[in-house]
């Protein structure tokens, strides 16, 4: 199929440009577009014609329920059976932004958005481009990560054009992603709030505004035993070609000691090696360097486009720090995990 490839200026948007996009959604094809977490593949929520046009791009398994977008907050009491206190409360807090909320759908919602349950995922995203777009469609869209289901979701440009320039109508080209992790999920449907994935607003932020919330127990540890309650948490994911290992280390320079030896002993079997750490780190590695910046906010920022990288540099083996699990280090280290098979030394 032949992809309609155009730019967009973040700043100041080109209105007639959003609305071609726009009508394209509304015309059940699908787009991809920008927004503050990853890049997302579109299609008009409502439509399961349209919505069966994402699984067959993205190459999903069809019970894996889709993610609906939508322009205002009004905007869902059209789609879901029931608002509680709860859910109002981290409206107010957290949308626009990057959180999402499961509710119980209304049947307005079909079995293609939903895969099959009875409640559906919504979020309103902060990104300009992205809430112009979807306010113009004029319905929600639909939209998962724009990557080939089980790699990395992209958060630059270049990702989407190499991967998907072909499998969709249509791409709206904007910057970089500012969060880099995908939208956190929570769970209002039953019972205690429970988080189904982590991302940049974080446990500790929703704990402030709900007080009780949990963590989805299958989270805690890879036991496949523990169904994970979002279907899309048991897949295969993040994963690039290269063999990652997350390294337990004291500090940095615990960690170089380590991959120190690791790389030598690579360099014999003239594998390619690659280390993913933070820009503060000082030594020289015998090895192709990633620099994940600096922050949490840099790791989370910086984490798809890197292991992107590694396959971009035919990385066979790669090594990245056991990151603080606290705060924003529960996100990235969820996805590190999946990267790297749960391979932790
Ligand atoms: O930041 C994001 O959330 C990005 C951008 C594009 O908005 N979207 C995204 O979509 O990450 P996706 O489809 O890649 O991930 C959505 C996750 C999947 O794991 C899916 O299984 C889960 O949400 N999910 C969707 N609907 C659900 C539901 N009703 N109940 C539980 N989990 C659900
Ligand atoms: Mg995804």
Same mark, same amino acid.
Request: charged letters at 50%.
């Given at each position: 199929m032949k992809t309609l490839i155009k730019e967009i200026d973040i700043n100041e948007p080109d209105k007639g440009l959003i609305d071609v996009f726009a009508a394209m959604l509304a015309d059940g094809k699908t787009v991809i577009f920008p927004t503050e977490t990853v890049y997302g593949l579109g299609a008009n929520a409502l439509d399961e014609d349209a919505a069966a046009k994402i699984y067959q791009a993205k190459g999903r398994p069809s019970d894996n329920p889709l993610l609906v977008h939508v322009a205002d907050k009004k905007d869902v009491y059209d789609l879901v059976e029931n608002i509680d206190g709860r859910a109002k409360l981290l409206m107010e807090k957290f949308w626009p932004g990057p959180l999402t909320i499961v509710f119980k759908k209304k049947d307005i919602i079909p079995d293609r958005t939903s895969g099959g349950l009875d409640t559906v995922a919504i979020r309103m995203p902060s990104d300009p481009v992205a809430r112009q777009l979807i306010r113009r469609a004029g319905v929600p869209i639909a939209a998962p990560s724009a990557n080939i289901s089980g790699r990395p979701s992209p958060t630059k440009p270049d990702h989407i054009i190499r991967d998907m320039d072909g499998r969709v109508d249509g791409i709206l080209v904007g910057g970089p992603c500012n969060y880099g992790v995908e939208s956190t999920i929570v769970d209002l449907s039953s019972g205690i709030a429970m988080v189904l994935r982590p991302g940049s607003v974080t446990l500790e932020m929703l704990k402030e505004v709900l007080g009780q919330v949990e963590l989805d127990p299958s989270l805690k540890n890879k036991d496949d035993n523990i169904k994970a309650k979002a279907p899309g948490m048991k897949y295969k994911h993040y994963s690039p070609q290269a063999q990652v290992y997350i390294v337990k280390a004291n500090d940095l320079d615990d960690f170089a000691q380590k991959v120190d030896a690791l790389c030598l002993e690579n360099e014999k079997k003239k594998l390619r090696t690659g280390v993913m750490t933070? %820009? %503060?780190?000082g030594h020289t590695y015998r090895a192709i360097r990633f620099d994940l910046g600096e922050s949490d906010a840099d790791l989370a920022k910086n984490l798809f486009d890197v292991l992107i990288g590694l396959d971009r540099e035919s990385v066979d083996i790669a090594y990245v720090p056991y990151f603080e699990e606290k705060g924003l280090g529960v996100a990235i280290m969820n996805r590190l995990k999946k990267a790297a098979a749960y391979r932790i030394i």
């Open positions: 933070r %820009s %503060s780190d």
